[in-house]
């Protein structure tokens, strides 16, 4: 482009005078409307919106990166000092610890002192080496890991004893860090609905059928307002409650199918 402009420029020179002045004013006449037609292209909401997109998704990618950054080295050793509930506790450095890929019953359900109970007694004093994902910390500033201690993985033994349920999140299905814990925590959950145990022998009002959105990891009951008017197609459905748990989804908080 630019040596074509180059060559039709000194051939209008080369003929010099009048015709040379016309042809540099027609050439500049030609620059402001390719200009203005560039401008009108980007005004248009449709390219808008684009520009949008990809200011906020170089944004997001800032804080992915920003989040794959480790302020720990992965192979950290620390003291549990304290149990927060069934799936957190306080690390010597101060540090609150979120174990990955589980979810244990909240304060008031059923065996939320039974986890507790079992987690205290599994981490309390004892040197604890910390399994992390791309992802070290969540959006509270916690760390998120699998937490071995004593030769025992926490978070596994949590789901064998059925004093936790698995929860994931899509970013735990990508980790090819975290994939072989994952496999893990599917299996130990497996065995604990196998077995009927803990959270698993409790009894529960069942329904026809269960459903979930096509990209979601929770599944509910038919009429749960999470899926509520939504189309059929948009929906997976399944005849028993054990073949969603299977494949690693997790109950929805609301209607606890
Ligand atoms: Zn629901």
Redesign the pocket.
Known sequence: MGELRKGSLKHASGRGSAHGVAELARQRRERRKARRRLQARFNRPVWRITLGVVALAIILLGRFVEEVSFDLAPESRFDVTKVIDGDTVELSGGDRLRLLFIDSPERGQPFYDSALALLDSLTINKRASLIFGRRQRDGYGRLLAVVEAGNVNVNQRLLERGFANIYLFKDNLKDTLLADQLQLMLEAQRKAIHNRVGLWSLERSPEDYYLSSHSSL????PG????AGRQHTALDRYAAREEPLVKGLS???????
């Open positions: 929770r599944f509910h009951r749960c307002r999470s899926v109950p929805c908080r609301n209607c606890r199918p």
